[in-house]
């Protein structure tokens, strides 16, 4: 009786992942894989997906500080260019050194 991998039916490419397949899928596990294990697997994985998660916010909101940042720039350059706000951060500055 002919195998089926070896007639002529099947070409290289197929046998290959059919050997494979047979390889990596095992018929039964014997094997035990404790708490500790478990519980080590498990905070890996939240670990780097906590990693993932914060690389990805950090993506995020780097364009959104640096926008913000550049507004308020500009507010604080406006504010002080303005003569009434320079008379009035004066008159400020001035009776705060008063009252002290």
Request: glycine fraction near 8%; charge should be positive; include cysteine.
């Amino acid at each position: 009786m002919r195998s089926i991998a070896n007639s002529g039916r099947f070409g290289r490419s197929e046998r290959i992942i059919l050997f494979v397949a047979c390889a990596i899928l095992p018929l039964a596990a014997e094997a035990y894989v404790g708490p500790g294990a478990g519980l080590s697997l498990l905070s890996a994985l939240w670990g780097l997906l906590a990693a993932i998660g914060a690389a990805f916010l950090f993506l995020i909101m780097w364009p959104i500080r640096r926008i913000r940042r550049k507004k308020r720039e500009a507010d604080k350059a406006r504010h002080e260019a303005t003569p009434a706000a320079r008379k009035a951060d004066e008159s400020a500055d001035h009776e705060h050194h008063n009252q002290s």
